[in-house]
């Protein structure tokens, strides 16, 4: 049963975000990826600290080990990104980000192949991190699910018009994000195996998607909605919309704690 949730969750949040990509105009696209990032910072942070640091450090594991993880994570992550393991895409030529021509097809890389591996890696961790927070707490597999989704489906859409603006059409990019996506589910099943052989890991592993979510939201999304606000008013929307995240995951998070 568990296994079957994971594997349900890691295909919707890979799907959802490739159909969204695939179904829309490049002008209702780039707005979207401006509005979810505001949505998906807010559900990123919240997620982490309000749910799935508490859960790690409720387990009984070592607390210091435990907050030293926290701290390797965030390093480690930062260590990924400029060495391009990881990658995070959120901007494409004429999105009002004043990007030189041929931006997107640098981005894209030769063949599409700098998306398709960083991309894979990444949904790759996502669905092990997926799998671990089922493996603790249904809900909270859930709400895990939510958040990543909630990341995801701006940066599939981000190198979907990467792709497209680079001269890909559109069932080429299409496929490019299925083949991403389709990593989430191998790392969700193989994130299973692993943990239901090593259950002394899981708290370990809940606490590296914290990290994860933490960095993605601090060094990547937030600085991104300072650098790009159109307008001086923009913060507003940003920050309601900032708030609607948290609001999502602290009423999810009181609910699944009256138990």
Do not use: C
Not at 28 to 48: E, F, I, P
Not at 59 to 75: M, R
Not at 88 to 105: A, L
Not at 169 to 191: C, D, E, P, Y
């Amino acid at each position: 049963m568990i296994l079957a949730m994971i594997v349900v969750a890691t295909v919707l949040g890979g799907a959802a975000s490739v159909l969204a990509a695939a179904a829309l105009s490049l002008t209702l696209l780039a707005g979207m990826v401006r509005q979810l990032v505001s949505l998906s910072a807010g559900l990123l942070l919240a997620t982490s600290i309000l749910h799935v640091i508490p859960e790690a450090f409720e387990s009984g594991a070592d607390l210091h080990a435990l907050a030293w993880t926290l701290l390797i994570g965030l390093i480690a992550f930062f260590l990924l990104e400029k060495l391009e393991i990881l990658r995070h895409s959120h901007h494409h030529e004429g999105d009002g980000h004043h990007h030189h021509h041929g931006h997107d097809r640098e981005a894209a890389g030769p063949g599409g192949t700098l998306i398709l591996v960083g991309d894979s890696i990444h949904n790759f961790a996502d669905g092990v991190l997926i799998a671990a927070a089922f493996m603790v707490d249904a809900n909270l597999g859930w709400l895990t699910a939510l958040a990543i989704a909630a990341h995801e489906i701006p940066q599939e859409i981000g190198d979907f018009i990467v792709l497209l603006n680079a001269g890909y059409t559109r069932k080429r990019a299409l496929l490019f994000n299925v083949i991403s996506g389709m990593a989430a589910v191998v790392g969700g099943v193989a994130g299973y195996f692993v943990l239901a052989e090593s259950a002394q890991l899981l708290p370990y592993v809940l606490v590296l998607a914290a990290a994860s979510f933490i960095y993605v939201a601090l060094a990547d999304l937030v600085p991104d909605l300072h650098r790009h606000s159109r307008h001086r008013g923009e913060w507003k929307v940003q920050f309601a919309l900032m708030m609607v995240g948290v609001a999502i995951v602290a009423l999810l998070t009181t609910r699944l704690h009256v138990h």
